[in-house]
């Protein structure tokens, strides 16, 4: 009696086992296209980036992963487009079950970009610098890609009033170091200026004056701000 | 027998552990998806959802408009309710193409999106509206914006009415004084009959038109077919495929009563089925209002409200669709009429203090000013106690023309005698104790 049951429910669990694999063998007859879709240069999502496989297509906005199920297998070409940014184009060779295809997608150009505007705010690191762009009808532009950007700039003290002044001692010169901010959402680029790269006397020089250059494949944009502080702000 | 009880309490700490766990209660990250927004006609009104990744089906009513629209949003899982919910307002992108409706894996129609308005002719908060596409949208819209345009001219003309009387009202109350202070005498009735007259408010715009919308808009007959949406650059686009099920009322066109009990005002009941009857005890107050309505399948008008709900596919259940106005419900006792009895509108006023109660009033306007009445219905006074036996009601269109369908019996469930009850749910006590001493006794 002991025997026939535990047949019974080995016969059983064979069986369950036997239909499992076949529903399984049966579902991976396509290939599944997946894997992670960023802005080569800040790794932030590309909005409305179109991914493209045998047909099937698939946008993102916020996200920076994708997947394209019901591929079938064999080789295909993964075409992905997005504004602003150059086409991305891989052959790729698709199996049943999942199949990895990490995109990088390198930015083409800020739409409409006529110059930029810049706000400085000294922060425990140093002088952080925001760099804004605006188009042709002077809006401030939202959605672009990170390009391979390099600022360089001269920092000067400030000397006189507030309503009355000129460029006084230099106190920098040469190249300044950007950084990329997603949490951002109109100056993603931003220069910082360190604190030990400048020496001042804290007593009197209160103020800069910042002129900036910044170099892009778009051409070269300058701006400079007047009320630059040369003091870390007690909070 | 030791490692079971071990293996037991682990997995019932691992269970209470994961209860018990904080990110239960937390919302699960957002995750971008394809849905499909919906405006589903749901039998009288339109009412607005979305399909997310986790439903392959959208349920509609047949050969009525429905309109869909595939869309990214973020969404998310809200454990307390169990169910995904969209996060429109973060992101909300809509995906241009083609909507394809195939039937039996053939493609048999490709929609464009079309111009669509929801049109609500006793205003947005009625029960009843109709969805206008293209032409027939842009006239309903049009004739809204000019009822509202007009209704902002009507209310201009007011104020300065307003103003005008206000100013001749100072003049009145002015010229009172100096013909009380001349020694006239003056009646209240004279002062009143002089006194300028306040102009009324405006009436306002009563029905209401939404904006323009363009979707999809799907109307077909009863069946099944599979939608999908096909990019412009002629991609499928992924997660877009979804079943359609569109489906029929099994009956329609019968009369239902939601039942408004004044004891309890705010749980209202319904009698849908001719068969059946409505039990009260003791003395009752009723407000009925009679719908007509139309019986559907459980799982799919569940599913049709919102595609996350639960069904079963074998019940029925009735929908309400479309009230019934200018009758009169005819009661009833032992075939003799006792009243015949008109829909009134009704308000409900808090008592204030301790007692938290309310009672349940006529409304009319001049008691009530500046406040709409809580609900409608036709007021039904039933007492058990009344010596009239067991009540019936029917609704008659006119005198005597008695409505099909809408005969209902009132049946008084008794109170009397009912300690018996009690009587009774002690007997199987009274079994198990005769049977424990007997079996005590022939053991000793």
């Given at each position: 009696m002991k025997k026939s049951v535990i047949y019974t429910v080995a016969i059983i669990l064979i069986g369950a086992g036997c239909l499992i694999s076949f529903l399984l063998l049966a579902r991976e007859e396509y290939g599944e296209v997946k894997g992670t879709i960023a802005d080569?240069?800040?790794g932030d999502a590309v909005m409305q980036a179109r991914i493209v496989v045998d047909g099937k297509s698939t946008i993102k906005f916020t996200s920076t992963s994708y997947s394209l199920t019901e591929i079938p297998p064999g080789s295909h070409t993964l075409e992905v487009t997005a504004p602003n940014y150059y086409d991305f184009t891989k052959p790729i060779q698709v199996k049943r079950g999942k199949n990895l295809v990490d995109i990088a997608m390198r930015g083409r150009e800020i739409p409409d970009l006529q110059g930029i505007i810049i706000f400085t705010e000294p922060k425990e690191r140093g002088i952080e610098i925001e760099i804004r762009f605006h188009d042709s009808k002077g809006e401030g532009i939202v959605d672009y890609p990170a390009l391979p950007f390099t600022l360089e700039g001269a920092l000067f003290v400030r000397e006189g009033t507030e309503g009355d002044y000129e460029k006084g001692r230099k106190i920098l010169e040469g190249p300044i170091e950007l950084f990329w901010d997603?949490?951002?959402?109109?100056?993603?680029n931003k220069g910082i200026i360190p604190w030990d790269r400048i020496e001042i006397d804290a007593e009197k020089e209160k103020y800069g004056i910042l002129q900036l250059v910044l170099h892009t494949p778009q051409g070269d944009f300058e701006d400079s701000s007047t009320d630059v502080k040369l003091f870390r702000e007690v909070k | 027998m030791r490692k079971f009880s071990l293996f037991f309490t682990l997995i019932l700490a691992l269970l209470l552990g994961a209860l018990t766990s904080p990110s239960l209660a937390q919302a699960s990250p957002f995750r971008e998806q394809l849905v499909y927004s919906l405006n589903l006609f749901n039998g009288k009104t339109y009412a607005p959802g979305f399909c997310p990744r986790s439903e392959d089906t959208i349920y509609l009513i047949a050969n009525e408009n429905n309109a869909v629209s595939p869309r990214i949003t973020l969404v998310y899982f809200?454990?307390?309710?169990a169910r995904y919910m969209a996060g429109f307002k973060t992101l909300n992108e809509e995906i241009e193409g083609t909507l394809e409706l195939l039937k039996d894996g053939k493609v048999i129609r490709s929609l464009e999106k079309e111009d669509n308005v929801v049109f609500y002719p006793e205003g947005f908060f009625a029960e009843n509206s109709r969805m206008y596409l293209d032409e027939e949208a842009h006239a309903f819209l049009q004739k809204y914006e000019k009822a509202t345009k007009d209704y902002y001219k009507r209310i201009d003309e007011y104020y300065e009415k307003m103003r005008e009387y206000r100013d001749a009202f100072n003049k009145f109350l002015e010229d009172l004084s100096k013909r009380r202070e001349a020694g006239e005498e003056l009646s209240r009735a004279q002062v009143e009959a002089e006194m300028p007259r306040q102009p009324g408010s405006p009436e306002g715009v009563r029905f209401y038109t939404t904006p323009l919308a363009k979707n999809y808009i799907l109307n077909l007959p009863q069946g099944t077919y599979q939608i999908r949406l096909r990019a412009r650059d002629g991609t499928i686009v992924q997660d877009s495929q979804k079943n359609l099920v569109a489906f029929v009322q099994r009956r329609g066109g019968t009369i239902g009563y939601e039942i408004t009990p004044?004891?309890?005002?705010?749980?209202k009941e319904s009698s849908n089925d001719p068969s059946k009857t409505i039990y009260a005890a003791g003395k009752n107050t009723l407000y009925l209002r009679p719908f007509l309505q139309d019986e559907y399948n459980d799982l799919y008008y569940k599913k049709l409200l919102d595609p996350q709900n639960e069904g079963t596919p074998e019940r029925w259940m009735w929908v309400h669709t479309t009230p019934i106005e200018n009758v009169l419900v005819v009661l009833l006792s032992k075939g003799k009429l006792l009243e015949s009895i008109k829909r009134a509108p009704y308000y409900v006023k808090q008592i204030p203090g301790p007692e938290l109660g309310y009672e349940i009033l006529e409304y009319s306007e001049e008691e009530f000013a500046g406040r709409s009445p809580s609900f409608e219905g036709h007021k039904l006074e039933v007492s058990s106690v009344s010596g009239k036996g067991n009540y019936e009601f029917h609704l008659e269109k006119r005198e005597g023309e008695v409505l099909k369908g809408s005969e209902r019996e009132i049946l008084f469930v008794k109170?009397?005698?009912?300690n018996l009850l009690h009587v009774i749910s002690i007997f199987p006590l009274i079994v198990g104790l005769v049977v424990f001493v007997q079996r005590k006794r022939s053991i000793s």
């Open positions: 080569a240069l800040s997603s949490e951002e959402w109109l100056a993603k | 809200w454990p307390i309710t004044g004891n309890r005002w705010t749980m109170k009397e005698n009912t």
